[in-house]
């Protein structure tokens, strides 16, 4: 299949639709607005809908309205966007709503600018709802990934009838690269036992069936909790995903996400030329977290460097993954600054030199 040069956001559209996306709700907030833009061009052109929202709660409500019907169904926006998503989005997981949401994230925090961050892992992975949900998350670290990751998440949203994100850093919904646009070739599970439908038993015979949040009667919110989370272990034994790159005699283990993590692959090719026995774990699902895979590839490492445009979100996590298994370091940029090949080889060449043996005689 022939490829074709794309910006991110646009290529990112065009995968939900491949997926079989009916309805897209949005409300314009930079640096995902193309994603709107080419929703309002080609929805409407394939006799799908697009609306173009008066707020962004009213888009993810509209999301909570179409997707408990089955359809599939879409919003996107941009962290403090996507903060005023937050209760809508842990009413979702309570309700076992599916639904699509795309955070291109920029930096924060409150309204911050529009530069590129990685800000939001904490929003995207423990979330600003009430009560003991999961929102699966997913980052792509280029932009024929964020393709594939696309129709993962939809995949993976109507598969668990659960909220998914796809979380992209601001670089991954603006840049341009060559794309592969292969096809959609998931099956989404059928949705036919759960869709609320409008029809009752006068029809059907069977009960008006309905999808809600609020549970009040007896022990029906401990029972929903229990299947809940029954269903987040599911998730978490059958859907991690992750890369390791020249992990396994690696002296010093990279850490990180997105597009830092592609910057990271290069610096560990740099490290390697240089006899630097360096390598990468990225996490592909941010939830759930790769933990047991991350420790395994952390056993015998000197450090691991953890690298993030944020002041370590994802660092709480390495560590508690690896379980004490070697120190953990970390390289952060914040407010939009991108971390540069030669400030982590600088980071690699200074923790080589601290955690390398000391040479027999040396004066400490």
């Known amino acids: 299949m022939a490829k074709i040069l794309m910006k991110g956001n646009k290529a990112i559209a065009q995968a939900a639709i491949n997926a079989g996306l009916e309805c897209y709700f949005g409300y314009p907030i930079t640096p995902q607005n193309e994603i709107g833009e080419f929703m309002s061009d080609e929805m409407p052109k394939l006799g799908k809908t697009y609306i173009s929202a008066e707020s962004e709660l009213a888009a993810v409500n509209m999301l909570i309205g179409a997707a408990a019907t089955g359809t599939l169904s879409m919003t996107s926006s941009s962290s403090c966007a996507i903060a005023l998503m937050q209760e809508a989005i842990s009413a979702m997981a309570t309700a076992e709503i599916p639904g699509v949401i795309i955070s291109v994230m920029r930096a924060g925090p409150g309204l911050g600018n529009i530069t590129p961050s990685q800000g939001d892992y904490f929003q995207a992975t423990k979330g600003g709802g009430n009560g003991d949900y999961r929102t699966i998350v997913l980052a792509p670290a280029s932009i024929n990934e964020a393709v594939e990751l696309t129709y993962k998440t939809f995949y993976l949203a109507y598969k668990y009838r659960n909220p998914a994100m796809l979380l992209a850093d601001g670089i991954i919904g603006q840049m341009m690269e060559p794309v592969e646009l292969k096809p959609f070739d ?136 690896i379980e004490g298994a070697c120190p953990v370091e970390l390289l952060s940029k914040l407010g939009g600054e991108i971390a540069k090949e030669h400030e982590i080889m600088e980071k690699i060449s200074e923790l080589e030199k601290k955690y390398s043996p000391k040479k027999a005689g040396a004066i400490c």
């Open 186 to 321: 998931l099956k989404i599970p059928d949705t036919s036992s759960w869709e609320a439908d409008g029809v009752g038993e006068g029809i059907h015979k069977r009960p008006f069936r309905k999808l809600v949040s609020l549970h009040m009667q007896g022990d029906d919110l401990p029972r929903l909790n229990e299947k809940l989370q029954e269903k987040y272990r599911q998730i978490e034994e059958n859907e991690v995903l992750y890369e390791e790159f020249m992990t396994e005699d690696a002296e010093i283990l990279i850490t990180a996400f997105g597009t830092v993590a592609r910057v990271a692959k290069s610096v560990v090719a740099q490290a390697r030329e240089a006899g630097l026995k360096v390598g990468l774990f990225r996490p592909v699902t941010l939830w759930p977290f790769p933990s047991n895979e991350l420790k395994k590839a952390a056993s015998g490492k000197k450090v691991i460097l953890d690298i993030e445009l944020n002041e370590g979100q994802m660092l709480l996590d390495v560590k508690a993954g």
